[in-house]
């Protein structure tokens, strides 16, 4: 079961990539310990995304909101907009 | 209410047209546009990247928060998206409303929660290179 990680602007490009599908158990995991898990397999430490918000499923979310299996999770650097 | 992304040049007259109305006596609008220097520095070209379906999402709350507050009428929204000039119109903003005074009061509502919670990020283009701009971030309930 798995949730769709995307990244925009300065992350995307400190990534590499734009998008990642992660594992994640039917339980599922607080967006602190999934982005930890993120960070560690892109070989970037989780304090590069500290400044980060997240949304999941078109909605910000606080770090403690549990993913679950099909969410879309999207770490948003800050914006710009205007 | 009129929500959209623009890979084409912005055209403001659709989103006059798009909130006039018989009972509304004002139809105010923001036009931001693409200055040609940041922070002491002289910028030749911007480019602006949305996350589109968060994008249609969290404008719609923002303006339905304004509807809430303020009797307005209508409001349309345009994003204009890719790389734009200087003196290119990046966001049109229109609110039409029975009177100026709410109006005014909405709009600007609209342009500050937009400016801090909608998923748009701008990248400055220098003689010297690029750099991505940090403006705002998000909104406090989530931080």
């Not at chain 1, 949730?3 to 158990?25: I, N, P, W, Y």
């Not at chain 2, 139809?27 to 480019?47: N, P």
């Not at chain 2, 734009?84 to 005014?104: K, Y």
């Amino acid at each position: 079961m798995k949730v769709t990680v995307l990244f925009f602007a300065m992350l995307q490009e400190k990534l590499k990539r734009s998008e990642m599908s992660v594992e994640v158990s039917e339980g599922g995991e607080s967006l602190q310990q999934l982005t930890a898990r993120v960070m560690a397999s892109c070989g970037v430490e989780a304090t590069e995304v500290g400044h980060c918000l997240f949304a999941v499923n078109w909605e910000y979310v606080p770090s403690h909101h549990i993913v679950r299996p099909g969410d879309e999770v999207a770490l948003i650097p800050p914006v710009a907009g205007g | 209410m009129l929500i959209k992304i623009c890979p084409e040049p912005i055209r403001s007259d659709d989103a006059l047209e798009a909130v006039r109305h018989p009972a509304c006596g004002a139809i105010v609008s923001f036009e931001g546009v693409v200055r040609d220097h940041h922070q002491g520095r002289t910028v030749l070209a911007l480019e602006y990247h949305v996350y589109e379906k968060f994008f249609f999402a969290e404008t719609k709350r923002i303006l339905d928060e304004m509807h809430s507050r303020w009797p307005v009428k209508a409001v349309a929204l345009l994003q204009r998206v890719g790389c734009l000039q200087v003196g290119d119109t990046g966001l049109f903003i229109a609110v039409s409303s029975p009177h100026r005074a709410e109006g005014l009061a909405a709009l600007s509502y609209a342009i500050e929660e937009f400016k801090h919670r909608a998923p748009v990020w701008k990248r400055e283009h220098y003689a010297t290179g690029t750099e991505w701009v940090v403006c705002h971030h998000g909104p406090n309930a989530a931080v």
